[in-house]
């Protein structure tokens, strides 16, 4: 097993890095597009929203595939095949004649953009031991904020100076050049053993993970906290694109530097899990969301920034342990079980504009927020329950 900050463990941990950042810099591209898209094609903020939707949502399903395929032929190729044709699909979006096509394409681009997140942290599980695990996916997640932010502010940024169109060119030709290291940084795995791909056994498996309570918890918790923050990214750019703050498309791009946040909270989550209980850091995470959430709601523009920058810091702080404690957890397949938490995370996002949409229209902003806050106190009570079950597991075992 490689551990901790070995010459293979830095070498493993920066490619599955870059790869995060691939993928999410393709996911992400879209969301400051998303007031320009609207205009562009004449649709509804809700429809408009849809090109960050469907993408969530695909990728949730595509999950599914991925875990169990794994699980039998192996991690790397799966990863390496997904990225090319998925950087491809961005480079098409580009020339997309119509609404219908651009979300077709999203579509498409969302299912291809799952095979990374789906087997990376299994094949960790796989390669490194548990001291290499906690600290490698904590730099992973890194990858994925740096990937978020990179997509953001490349688009935002391209599409001010000549237009949405350009900003697809651009991050494909990006993530073209990224793949390509990754193709050849990414070492070879030792420690994989292939298992058959057997439908029945791979749902019998799933069944096993949903059947126990820790990976439910995780689940949830990962899922509805980023059904809550990824949406209050797409509304706080239609709250900034109109008066009195009329930012436009580049300003938009900028405002997810508050990523950052989300980088160090991820990169630090490793070191707060060894001083506090997982479940504790959970716990952490969440109470700074919901703090910073109601930051946002001075009528600020360095307020705004500064609520978002601290909900980023708790929501990856949140996100890092989740993930990290799925992979500690899952007793067997981690591949599908690492895919199963994925499905739920993305799912929630896919599904979080539905649900905020009314509170935006009734109440704007200050709805957002009060919706939010009614999801978070949920996930906050499932992270208290995890740790109690925690004690009193450790209480048993000292017992006896």
Known sequence: MIEPRTRAWWRATLALCLGSFTVFINLYVAQPLLPAIRESFEVSTLAAGSAMSVSMLTLALSLLFYGPLSDAIG??????????????CTLVMAFAPNFASLIALRALQGFLLGGLPAVAIAWMGDEFDKPALLLAVGL??????????????????????????????????????????????????????PSPLRVGKAVHDMGGHLRDPRLIAAYLIGGFNFFIFINQYSYVTFRLSEAPFSLTSQWLGLIFLTYLGGTLGSALSGRVAQRLSQPVCMMLGITTLMLGSLVTLMPSLIAIIAGLTVNAVGFFLAHSMASSWVGRHAQRARGSASSLYLVFYYLGASLGGLYLEPFWARWQWGGVVAASWLVLAGTLSVAAWLWRRERQLIERGAAA
């Open 75 to 88: 991690r790397a190729a799966i990863m390496r095949v997904t990225l090319v044709l998925a950087s491809v």
């Open 140 to 193: 992973y997640i890194s990858g994925n904020t740096l990937g978020g932010i990179g997509g953001r502010v490349i688009g935002g940024a391209v599409a001010e100076h000549w237009s949405w169109h350009a900003s697809f060119m651009a991050i494909a030709c990006l993530s073209l050049v990224c793949t390509s290291i990754f193709w050849r940084a990414l070492p070879p795995a030792r420690q994989f053993r």
